[in-house]
Every structure is written in C-alpha cells, then in structure tokens.
C-alpha cells in the first residue's frame, strides 16, 4: 500500500505552524521545491503533476473489476479536498460536506443504495493523482480540472463536468486593485498558490502573455496559502474563482479583498476522475452524474420524487431511470433503483447545487452551470 498521502492530522498540524514553518514545510510535503520562484516569459511553468511510476500502473491494473470491488467492500473511498469551501469541507464532528462531497455520496448511493457509506480521504492538490493510481482512492472529487495532460499522461480517466469554472486572483482593493483589474496589473508582485494545479501553470501563461514578471510562491494547500496572503507575504492569491469566492466570504469583516480579472483567465472544467480503463466503474459514476442532471431538467427532486412516481406524471425516460418499466441500471452491474436512490438521499443537481455552492452566492442563473435549457452547460445525453 502506498504511504505518501500524509494522515490528515499531520497535515492540520502543518497549518498551525504559521508562515514561516509553512514556508520551510512545504519544500518537504510536496516536493516542489519552488517557493519564491521568478516567472517571466522565458521561464517555464512549475511542474508537479508526475506521471505514474511503471511500478504505479502495475498497481492499478491490479486492482481488477473496480465496479465489483466497491460492491464486496460495501464502502466507497473517496478523495476530496476537505479544505475547499463548500466543495469539500471536513467539519468539527468529522463529517465531510459539500458539493464534490455529495457527488461522492451520490456515487456510493447508486454503487451500495447508500449514501453514507463512504470513506472520505483528505488529499492536497500535489497527493491526488497518485491515490488513484495507486487504488488508494476509488474516485477522486476534489476540484480537479479536466485537461489533455491529466487525462492522457497520467493512469485515470475523467467523468461528467459538474462545475465549470475558471481562474482569477484575488488581491486587496489597499493595495491598489479592483473589480477591473487586469493581470497586468500584477506586474511585480507575489502571487501564491497551492502546488500541483493547474492554477500555477496558468497563472504563468497569462504572466508571459502580459508580458509582466512576477514572483511565484506555492504552497501545500490552500489554507496556506489564505494564512499568508492575510499576513501580508503575498500581494495576491490564484485559484479558481469558485474557490476565492469561498475564501472571501468566510473572511468576514474584511471586505477589502477582490476578485478579478472579471473573464476569468482559464477554463476549469471540474469533475470526478476515476482509474483508467475502469470502464464499468467509469458508467456508474457517469450515469450516477447524469441521473442528477436529468432529474434537475425534469423537476424531479428528493422530496416529491415519490409522489411524482405513485402520480403516475413521469415521462418513460423518467420511469426508466428511477427504476421502472425499461430500466438499464441492472445491465450496469446496479440495482434497478440506484438512480432513485441518488435523488431521493443525494438530490439532483440543483438541489446539490443550491444546498452547498448558494450560501458562498455562487449563482447558477447566467453562468455556465445553468441548466442547457437556461443557456448553460448542464447537459446529460438521454436515459434511453
Ligand atoms: N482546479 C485546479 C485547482 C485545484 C485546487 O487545488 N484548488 C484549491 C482551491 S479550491 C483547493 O483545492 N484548495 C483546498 C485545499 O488546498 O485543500 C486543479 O485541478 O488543479
């Protein structure tokens, strides 16, 4: 069994140490080495996403039919962020809330007809990929971005977007910066970020396209990284705009952070990723994404999903989907009713998104996330 992912503890512990400690830590927890790096356009984008080991993809063609280890083991492991608000939270008692959170319980509810039987294993940025190479994790939800690299370099594969997203800094209106603010703007300060991203390869792109220099920290995690932009060591901080929003609104009191540039300077689609060439799992978690989806187009939610179905108003694609007459769960290796499970316990995707990306004012009306129907990007091919 692989041992780099560090337990949970030992990486809380890190967060307490405070800047300095952080600044020396980080080195060592991940690797990269590469805190106060100059970037420029001639300098090349910090690299942390390594390639599986030979020793690493022999591992994961071990692992067999993924589909039906999950079903003899009755739980599902799952990796998460445990730090990204409202996307993955751990809470005081232990449990773990959020919008790739409950993707993963949507997940275990269609696999075990049970939404709370899963494991949630924390993961920094840098420690992701591994864990599902190596079997450590079965599926990974931790705002992870879509991209050839991830999909083609490395031992896994990608399902369903369920959140578009995009990247921008945050930084403070003291210091100069506001809503309209662009990257050129940044010319010469410190911007940080978490390790192992897409975030610090983009943010040196958009750097050489301005044709600015600045310096480019990273760190273990994000709570890192907000420590020091609140203790002043860096100017301004990169991530997905999802993720600033949240940062932003649980600093309260201090309104003097912004967010721009208003387009954001890259396409984050974020999603669940699972191993490579685990096709059967690979459907379940997809359809388990789409069964919220289609369910969101149909207004079919986890308080009136039974009323609708005795009601007898459903269309036969609903009927075939929740586990009625047609069904195709139980040609996936599923029970027939492992979609109505995901709605009634987990919810559609509105619901989902509503209950966990509303409070932070993530809106879905206007954004790409919106329902197709609503001009947005929330599409799932047909239950047929
Ligand atoms: N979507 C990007 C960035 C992912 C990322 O690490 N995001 C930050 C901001 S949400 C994060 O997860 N922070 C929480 C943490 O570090 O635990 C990627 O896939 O590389």
Redesign the pocket.
Same mark, same amino acid.
């Given at each position: 069994m692989n041992r780099r992912i560090a337990p949970i503890s030992r990486r809380s512990a890190l967060r307490l140490g405070g800047v300095l400690v952080a600044l020396t830590l980080v080195a060592a927890a991940c690797g990269s080495g590469d805190d106060g790096q100059e970037v420029d356009g001639d300098e090349p984008a910090p690299t942390t996403e390594a390639a599986a080991p030979e020793t690493e993809v022999a591992m994961i063609q071990d692992i067999g039919d993924l589909l039906a280890t999950v079903q003899e083991r009755g739980t599902l492991n799952c990796g998460v /962020? %445990?730090? #990204?608000v409202a996307?993955s939270e751990t809470q005081p008692d232990g449990s773990t809330t959020g919008f790739d959170a409950d993707y993963c319980r949507a997940v275990a509810a269609a696999i075990l007809g049970d939404a709370d039987a899963v494991n949630f294993v924390p993961l $920094? #940025?840098a420690e992701r990929f591994t864990a599902v190479e190596t079997g450590d994790i079965d599926l990974l939800v931790? *705002? =992870? @971005?879509w991209t050839q690299s991830r999909d083609t370099d490395l031992v896994l594969d990608f399902g369903p977007t369920t959140y578009y +997203?995009g990247q921008q800094v945050m930084a403070r209106v003291s210091s100069g910066f506001s809503a309209s603010s662009t990257v050129a703007d940044l010319d010469g300060a410190t911007i940080c970020t *978490?390790a %192992? =991203? @897409? $975030?610090e390869k983009n943010i040196a792109d958009a750097v050489d396209a301005a044709g600015i220099e600045i310096t480019l920290s990273t760190f273990e995690?994000? +709570?890192i990284v907000t420590d020091n932009f609140i203790q002043g060591a860096c100017d301004a901080v990169t $991530? +997905?705009g /999802? #993720?600033l929003v949240g940062r932003k609104v649980k600093q309260e009191g201090d309104q003097d952070w912004v967010i721009f540039p208003a387009t954001p300077i890259s396409k984050?689609p974020?999603g669940p990723v699972y191993p490579q060439n685990q096709s059967t799992f690979g459907d379940v978690v997809n359809w388990a994404v789409y069964a919220t989806i289609i369910a969101d187009e149909k207004g079919i939610t986890s308080e009136n999903i039974d009323s609708m179905l005795s009601g007898g108003n459903l269309d036969a694609e609903a009927i075939r989907m929740l586990g009625g007459e047609g069904e195709l769960q139980t040609k996936m290796g599923l029970t027939a009713d492992a979609f109505y499970n995901v709605i009634v316990q987990v919810g559609n995707y509105d619901e989902i998104y509503t209950r966990n990306l509303g409070p932070v004012g993530l809106s879905r009306e206007g954004s790409a996330n919106a329902r197709w129907t609503a001009g947005g990007l929330i599409y799932a091919p047909p239950a047929r």
């Open positions: /962020s %445990g730090s #990204a996307f $920094t #940025a931790r *705002n =992870t @971005t +997203d *978490n %192992g =991203t @897409t $975030t995690d994000f +709570d $991530t +997905d /999802s #993720a984050e974020l």
